[in-house]
């Protein structure tokens, strides 16, 4: 019961009280049926008794043999309700010229059963002088109950048509009252799949609207809250990338001109250096360039060179031949539509994280021979939001996903953003793994 709709349950319970109320008034209707058959079943053996024996007293005065059996055959009427027996030892049972009607549609046995009681037949000796029998008179309930079970069933049906003709509109009713309950079950999926501006609004239901605006008013509280919390996570996340675009620039600009120095300076020295020197003085060089190559790997992990000052489409392809020059076995397939939207620099270096993170995971965890990349605009939203993908044809991802930082750190750019990151199978269903991020160009 508990599992039905509200609607249903409270069908269920006004349906079973009104079989409750049938069947109580169906007990009633018996009970006092029964006593009424009874009763009149009694009054008509009671009054075909008293009217054998007034024949028989008027017969007996010139009784002389079985023509009086014969005779009362036409002298005692057939009352209703009543089987009179005639029985003469020679003639036998001596059927009547009037028998008692019989009911036009035959009574059920369990409803006959139920109101007529069990009627012992009356029996009258007769004496004609030499001949000698009785007369029995037998209750026949069947016509009473014929009539009973009539009103019976005409009362039952016109009840059971009403009752289902009110289950009917307390359907209807019930529906229209609780309509209102599946606009605020909608909002509430809305508000469950992140559409924190879906409003229940006007109910039109005095009952039902403090529950609306509850709703809305917590949905108002969600999103102001959210909107809060985004924008201190944009605030964060180009704080971040401010700071990593002045290490790189500290690192370009102070660190590179000091090993440049050093570097000449060396080489001055060398030119000056004799013996061992020598070999000191290539030493320090290396060492320099050692620190150099170390920095040009700082400097682009830090701040690749591209982001902020290459369109992003450009971005991306510079990103992808980076990959194709460092991995010889994999075949990558770029999908960069023309014409993307402009973007920030915040939102162009999250793609680019995101499709650094993606193929390299795939090629550190999937071992795939082919990986595509594809960025264009949201179908729906061509002019403010974009999505890229990256597609391999790896091992797959298993059914318990353990997300790295990579992916958390991932995440947490998307989010800030205001956008959306997914990390699941094809869509073909095939082996491999796709990573796709939704992003609003304008956010930042």
């Known amino acids: 019961m508990q599992r039905l709709a509200l609607r249903w349950r409270v069908i269920a319970w006004i349906a079973s009280a009104h079989l409750f109320v049938i069947a109580a008034a169906g007990a009633v209707i018996v009970f006092n049926a029964r006593h009424a058959v009874e009763l009149e079943i009694q009054a008509a053996q009671d009054s075909a008794v008293a009217m054998a024996r007034s024949t028989l007293s008027v017969l007996a005065a010139d009784a002389h043999g079985e023509a009086e059996f014969l005779a009362l055959r036409e002298r005692i009427a057939q009352p209703r309700h009543v089987r009179i027996l005639v029985n003469h030892p020679d003639l036998g049972e001596l059927n009547f010229a009037n028998p008692g009607e019989e009911a036009d549609e035959p009574v059920p046995e369990w409803f006959e059963y139920l109101i007529t009681p069990d009627f012992q037949p009356k029996r009258l000796e007769v004496d004609f002088g030499a001949a000698r029998g009785f007369i029995e008179i037998h209750a026949m309930p069947e016509d009473e109950a ?31 009252g609780l309509a209102p309950l599946s606009r605020v079950h909608e909002v509430l999926r809305a508000l469950e799949a992140g559409e924190l501006s879906a409003r229940v609004g006007d109910l039109s239901s005095s009952d039902l609207q403090p529950l609306g605006t509850r709703i809305d008013a917590l949905a108002q509280s969600l999103e102001n809250a959210t909107l809060e919390r985004r924008e201190l996570a944009q605030r964060l996340l180009e704080q971040r990338d401010n700071e990593r675009k002045e290490i790189a620039r500290e690192l370009h600009d102070e660190l590179g001109p000091c090993l440049f120095a050093i570097t000449v300076e060396t080489e001055a020295l060398r030119g000056e250096a004799s013996g061992d020197q020598i070999e000191r003085t290539d030493r320090i060089i290396q060492a320099v360039d050692a620190i150099r190559a170390v920095n040009r790997r700082v400097l682009h992990a830090v701040r690749p060179v591209t982001v902020g000052t290459l369109p992003l489409s450009d971005v991306i392809t510079d990103l992808i031949a980076q990959f194709k020059e460092q991995t010889s076995n994999v075949t990558f397939h770029a999908d960069v539509a023309q014409g993307l939207p402009a973007t920030s620099e915040t939102v162009d270096l999250t793609v680019y994280r995101i499709l650094q993170e993606g193929v390299t995971n795939a090629l550190r965890h999937g071992a795939p021979s082919h990986i595509e990349i594809t960025a264009r605009p949201v179908p729906n939203e061509p002019a403010t939001a974009i999505e890229v993908c990256v597609s391999d044809d790896g091992r797959g991802i298993g059914l318990k996903l353990e997300e790295g930082r990579g992916v958390l750190g991932m995440r947490e750019r998307v989010a800030a953003l205001g956008g959306r990151l997914d990390l699941a199978a094809r869509r073909d269903h095939s082996t491999g793994t796709r990573l796709c991020a939704r992003l609003p160009v304008a956010a930042a």
Do not use: H, M, Q, Y
């Open 146 to 176: 014929a009539e009973v079970w009539e009103d019976v069933r005409g009362l039952f049906s016109v009840w059971l048509i009403a009752t289902g003709a009110l289950l009917a509109a307390l359907v209807f009713v019930i529906g229209k």
